[in-house]
């Protein structure tokens, strides 16, 4: 089995930073996408940024110019910089990782997901 561990969330004033990170553990073969998504209160979860095992990036244009996601492929690991957060972006936000793995043979393609941790952007 594959898990996803999150950290790096909490309480941040309006203008300030923090970095998540997701690290995926367990019978891994490769991971294609890694990608943060955010599920704010009364709103559908939503994609915030993703990126490829080759470095190609995707953002929502609502954090263009202000986040930054980046993965350390050695380590199985995804990060997200997260800069000049607005009251906005307060949300639970999961990391997920298209996992392929290898077992008896056999190759297995899976999207896992984080267990999720919170943003709170204070005005």
């Known amino acids: 089995q594959v898990q996803l561990v999150e950290s790096g969330g909490g309480l941040v004033q309006a203008g300030g930073s923090l970095t998540l990170s997701c690290a995926a553990s367990?019978?891994?073969?490769?991971?294609?996408?890694m990608g943060w998504y955010r599920r704010a209160p009364g709103k559908q979860r939503e994609l915030v940024a993703a990126i490829t095992s080759g470095g190609s990036t995707n953002y929502a244009d609502s954090v263009k110019g202000r986040f930054t996601i980046s993965r350390d492929n050695a380590k199985n690991t995804v990060y997200l910089q997260m800069n000049n957060l607005k009251p906005e972006d307060t949300a639970v936000y999961y990391c997920n990782a298209d996992v392929t793995r290898y077992s008896g043979g056999y190759y297995f393609s899976h999207v896992y997901w984080g267990q999720g941790t919170q943003v709170t952007v204070a005005s």
């Open positions: 367990g019978s891994i073969f490769s991971i294609n996408v």
